[in-house]
């Protein structure tokens, strides 16, 4: 295998984990229904350490709209609480002793507005990862030109690297407009 084709694969390895973290990203936007994976980024102070919620908590959904965290340890309600404030998550967490109860505000359009806006920052973060990969990809095919590779099979793997480039691109286009429509359905 020549370094222009290790290049185009590595080329496509990367684009797809573009367009893996953008997925992950844009679940973590909600779009007005309670969803565990909102309280993703929460960070809670255990022992001196900051660990993601998920290693000391249980999270699950009652409804749509509301969200139960059930700490592992029953001492762990207070520190959780203020992590999930501290958050800026826009969630104002209760807790009944047992639990931690986060009721999901409905979404006004300014709001919804502004997730649609979020979104579309991830999916341009996503493609100019695309677009350093495919920059990437046409230096190593020159690298190989110079080095001895035929024109017209330089100009193939070209085409190929376009071709990967606009598949990807799409891919990041039909997640962005799937989150869009998702945030804005009322």
């Known amino acids: 295998m020549s370094e222009a084709n290790i290049a185009i694969q590595q080329c496509e390895d990367h684009m797809n984990k573009a367009v893996e973290h953008l997925d992950h990203e844009l679940t973590k936007i909600r779009a007005g229904a309670a969803n565990p994976g909102m309280l993703d980024t929460v960070?809670?102070?255990?022992?001196?350490?900051?660990?993601?919620?998920?290693?000391?908590a249980a999270v699950n959904t009652g409804d749509a709209r509301t969200l139960f965290v059930k700490p592992w340890e029953k001492k762990m309600i207070d520190p959780i609480e203020k992590a999930i404030i501290g958050a800026n998550l826009g969630f104002n967490p209760s807790n009944n002793g047992e639990s931690i109860i986060i009721h999901v505000p409905m979404l006004t359009e300014e709001r919804r507005k502004d997730l649609v806006k979020g979104a579309g920052k991830e999916a341009e973060h996503?493609?100019?990862?695309i677009r350093s990969s495919r920059q990437k990809a046409m230096e190593a095919i020159k690298a190989a030109k110079k080095d001895g590779l035929p024109e017209d099979a330089a100009k193939a793997l070209e085409a190929d690297v376009e071709k990967l480039t606009a598949t990807y691109n799409k891919k990041v286009d039909a997640l962005f407009e799937a989150k869009e429509r998702d945030i804005m359905k009322v």
């Open 43 to 56: 960070k809670v102070d255990y022992y001196g350490s900051m660990v993601p919620l998920s290693q000391v």
């Open 126 to 129: 996503a493609k100019v990862g």
